[in-house]
Nanobody
Framework: QAQLVESGGGLVQSGDSLRLSCASS????????IGWFRQAPGKEREIVSA????????YYVDSAKGRFTISRDIANGTVYLQMSSLKPEDTAVYYC????????????????WGPGTQVTVSS
């Protein structure tokens, strides 16, 4: 019901932090899970993190655990991905998408992809 758009990417050094935002241009996907994905050159797109519509259930890919934190603004539906201790291997285009269905967040059907935001981490 809304179009998603990512922001907050940029060029940072290893160890720095970035906060990505996933906002909607219309009615927020308040009853949908929101996932953050990334795709690096030559690699398949992978799910990085996801959060349920209630903001309670969360998922993190192993490489993000302890470094990334996903959160949801209940009021406006904006979903954030706070990324700390960034590494060069985090370099990728980051996308957010709305997930539907049931079960584990990482297995939801994600669609309504945003255009992405570039994250580049130098060593």
């Amino acid at each position: 019901q809304a179009q998603l758009v990512e922001s907050g990417g940029g060029l940072v050094q290893s160890g720095d932090s970035l906060r990505l935002s996933c906002a909607s241009s219309g009615r927020p996907f308040t009853s949908y899970a929101i996932g953050w994905f990334r795709q690096a050159p030559g690699k398949e797109r992978e799910i990085v993190s996801a959060i349920g519509w209630t903001g309670v259930m969360t998922y993190y890919v192993d490489s993000a655990k302890g470094r990334f934190t996903i959160s949801r603004d209940i009021a406006n539906g904006t979903v954030y991905l706070q990324m700390s201790s960034l590494k060069p291997e985090d370099t990728a285009v980051y996308y957010c998408a709305a997930g539907s269905g049931l079960g584990p967040l990482e297995r939801r059907r994600f669609g309504s992809w945003g255009p992405g935001t570039q994250v580049t981490v130098s060593s």
